[in-house]
């Protein structure tokens, strides 16, 4: 299995710097978000989870941002190392029983040395 | 924990050839999804089974496309005939019960239809 996208959205960092990588929902009834990683010949794996009625979120190195008034999430990877880079996507769940989520298009993050 | 285990890897068949996709969920996770990603429609959803019943089966693109939970540990996806247009990446996942909903992929597999 490989990673898609020869025409997605890249974000290039200088490794050390912090990422920003953003996603526009489509729903405003949704109520479960998650922000996945997926490297190269890999399937998506899971990174850091919110719901609707928080707005910050924080992991390891990473922070979820959630405005629901723009339906906007972000992901914000703090000192971004080489092994950030790959496609991130984010998926919102639509119909409230966790089941049914719908993906974002992803980002590409590249890390620079 | 193995994780989730698909197979073939790679599957490279000729157009009108029946392809069986197989997934092995985690151990005790009780629900299991199968996703296609292409380039132009990035990551879809196409059924997911709860406790081996199929829940949500409006992602299957026809009626050349059919998937089965037959127990708690196999699923298969098959696409009969197959056609150039069902290349894709093809993803498994799968998610225990309760708690948080993320859901654990498996590598995948990538089907080439000539």
């Known amino acids: 299995g490989e990673s898609v996208g020869l025409h997605l959205p890249t974000l290039s960092v200088q490794e050390g710097d912090n990422s920003i990588i953003n996603c526009a929902y489509s729903?405003?009834?949704?109520?479960?978000f998650i922000w996945y990683k997926q490297e190269s010949g890999k399937g998506p794996q899971f990174i850091i989870d919110?719901?609707?009625?928080?707005d910050k979120r924080q992991g390891q190195r990473v922070t979820v941002l959630l405005n629901k008034t723009v339906k906007h999430l972000s992901l914000q990877i703090a000192a971004t190392q080489p092994g950030d880079s790959a496609v991130y996507f984010c998926a919102e769940n639509p119909d409230n029983y966790g089941q049914n989520f719908v993906f974002g298009p992803g980002t590409r993050l590249s890390v620079l040395p | 924990d193995a994780g989730v285990i698909q197979s073939p890897r790679h599957e490279v068949t000729e157009m009108g050839q029946e392809v069986t996709l197989r997934c092995k969920p985690i151990?005790?996770?009780?629900?299991l999804f199968w996703y296609r990603q292409t380039m132009m429609r990035g990551l879809e959803l196409l059924i997911y089974?709860?406790?081996?019943?199929?829940?949500?089966d409006s992602g299957m693109p026809e009626d050349r496309f059919s998937a089965k939970m037959p127990n708690a540990s196999f699923s298969t996806l098959k696409i009969q005939p197959s056609e150039p247009r069902d290349s894709a990446v093809y993803f498994c996942a799968s998610r225990p019960r309760g708690g948080s909903y993320e859901q654990y992929f498996g590598p995948g597999t990538r089907l080439t239809v000539t």
């Open positions: 729903n405003s009834a949704s109520d479960y």
């Open positions: 151990s005790g996770h009780n629900s």
């Open positions: 919110i719901r609707s009625n928080m």
């Open positions: 089974f709860n406790n081996n019943v199929p829940i949500d």
